[in-house]
């Protein structure tokens, strides 16, 4: 219906110029006047000019919608799957998209291969990041807005990055590409991008120039290793969240990835992501702090999350950033790198003392 009608307006006057670009966001601007399917559950974010520091960490299709053409707003596509969802990312990039979306690759824009230890999306260097912004049209001023195609799965693992980088302009759609759909709003489909612009931050991120216009400054605090969280397990100086199943956590199901234990950190506490979710969004703040605090979890304390590879973590930070305001850790390794060795201790009890 909305290409219809912006079909129909462009007849009318007769595509003068910037005429598509007003009709489209007049034409969003009146679909998005009427009440939403899918009630956002999210304070209301920043209004256009306002301060960074007043910005919501999640942020509604509405709120991107009355935006979708402002030059200072950067959409990114950060879809990405678990083998078992047999999907691709990339295809499904290329097949429909936010109109105007980036992709934002989470296994490129990453550390390399042996700086990793063959751990997968880790964090890349400063210059690896710095470079991957400034591909993709970037500044340090833009507000940057992450989806991905589940809801919410893959875009937290993209706002924890920005985060961590030092971006503050950054927030998560409410409900991903469904909710933008499910609300009738514009997609591309046609033109999907060559590889070339495709990958562009990727391969920036992999071979960085000697200088950026970007400025990325990783604040390591944020950031646990595999010493961290051992040291840890002794002096229980910070909570850890668990974001996988509760089976894996307990060693009953079985990892997705070969060659590692079952079980989890000793100490840890269990909180599968899908507890915060409803439908493909993040539930409303007090049912989050219900959920953090069910599971045996202080959420205005120190608190470190963990995964399989440090993607879901990502989630529970997420949404403990909407109930305490603050930014979690996160142990980049996760369970892929802990569960793969044999001189950590690993526990099964399913609350341990």
Request: aromatic letters at 6%.
């Amino acid at each position: 219906m909305l290409q219809y009608r912006l079909s129909q307006a462009k007849l009318a006057l007769g595509n003068k110029p910037g005429s598509v670009k007003a009709i489209r966001l007049g034409l969003i601007r009146s679909q998005v006047s009427a009440p939403s399917e899918h009630p956002c559950r999210t304070r209301a974010a920043a209004a256009p000019g306002s301060s960074s520091a007043s910005m919501e960490p999640v942020v509604t299709v509405d709120w991107l919608a009355e935006r979708l053409n402002d030059p200072s707003v950067r959409v990114l596509d950060t879809c990405w799957y678990m083998p078992i969802h047999q999907r691709n990312n990339h295809a499904d990039h290329r097949a429909v998209r936010i109109p105007g979306a980036g992709f934002f690759d989470i296994d490129g824009i990453a550390a390399d291969p042996v700086t990793a230890r063959g751990l997968p999306h880790m964090l890349p260097s400063e210059q690896g990041f710095a470079a991957a912004m400034d591909a993709l049209g970037i500044t340090n001023d833009t507000t940057v807005v992450l989806y991905d195609h589940l809801g919410i799965f893959s875009a937290p693992r993209a706002w924890w990055t920005f985060k961590v980088f030092g971006h503050d302009k950054v927030a998560v759609l409410q409900g991903g590409l469904p909710a933008w759909r499910a609300k009738g709003l514009p997609v591309e489909t046609d033109k999907p991008p060559t590889d070339d612009v495709m990958f562009a931050a990727s391969r920036a991120c992999a071979s960085p120039p000697p200088e950026a216009h970007y400025r990325a400054v990783l604040d390591k605090s944020k950031v646990r290793t595999l010493d961290d969280m051992v040291a840890n397990i002794k002096s229980r100086a910070e909570q850890v969240m668990d974001a996988r199943s509760s089976g894996r956590f307990v060693g009953t199901e079985p990892e997705p990835r070969p060659g590692l234990r079952g079980g989890h950190i000793p100490g840890a506490r269990s909180l599968p992501f899908p507890t915060l979710l409803e439908s493909g969004a993040y539930k409303p703040r007090q049912q989050l702090e219900a959920a953090f605090r069910s599971a045996g979890l202080d959420p205005e304390g120190p608190i470190v999350g963990s995964c399989g590879s440090g993607l879901t973590a990502c989630i529970l930070a997420l949404g403990l950033y909407q109930v305490n305001g603050k930014l979690a850790a996160v142990y980049d390794g996760s369970w892929m790198e802990y569960g793969a060795r044999d001189d950590v201790p690993v526990s099964t009890l399913p609350e341990d003392p």
